[in-house]
């Protein structure tokens, strides 16, 4: 299971080489299961499928998948389990050449997950950018649930 905490930094290993994709024709699409692509230790963390289709200028990422994620309830503060489903929709392109975009003072390095020199492809940033994304707002232990108990102060 994922901690809200532990997804604030890199807690996914899911780096693949997109090197022989990118060789094939336009449209070419690869189906894997991410418990395949996840590092060693990792396999059960994260459930589901993602597709990678070359595009000619990069790679499709698309799929589904689902994570289980330890988050405390707002209204009693006790630690649950939320079971967190989310669907995967990027454009990955290669470094440099669609890595920048026109700021105020130039061009501006982007923050977005690119195809690395080395055709790497870090697939558990994008896991991890998505399950942030699907984590509910408001976090509750279960819809009636009632808050923190009154302590009656004793007289």
């Given at each position: 299971m994922l901690s809200?905490?532990?997804?604030?930094?890199?807690p996914l290993s899911a780096r693949f080489n997109v090197s022989a994709l990118l060789q094939q024709p336009v449209g070419t699409t690869l189906v894997l299961p991410i418990s395949t692509l996840l590092g060693h230790g990792q396999e059960g963390l994260v459930a589901g499928a993602v597709r990678l289709t070359h595009t000619g200028r990069g790679v499709a990422v698309s799929g589904d998948g689902a994570a289980d994620v330890a988050l405390t309830c707002t209204r009693c503060l006790d630690e649950y389990c939320e079971h967190v489903a989310f669907t995967i929709e990027e454009q990955v392109h290669p470094e440099p050449?669609?890595?920048?975009r026109r700021g105020a003072a130039g061009f501006e390095e982007d923050d977005e997950v690119h195809i690395s020199d080395d055709n790497t492809l870090d697939l558990g940033e994008i896991l991890r950018q998505?399950?942030?994304l699907h984590l509910p707002l408001k976090p509750l232990c279960r819809a009636d649930c009632p808050g923190l108990e009154e302590i009656?102060?004793?007289v």
């Open positions: 809200l905490e532990s997804l604030q930094g890199s050449h669609f890595a920048h998505h399950i942030v009656s102060p004793d």
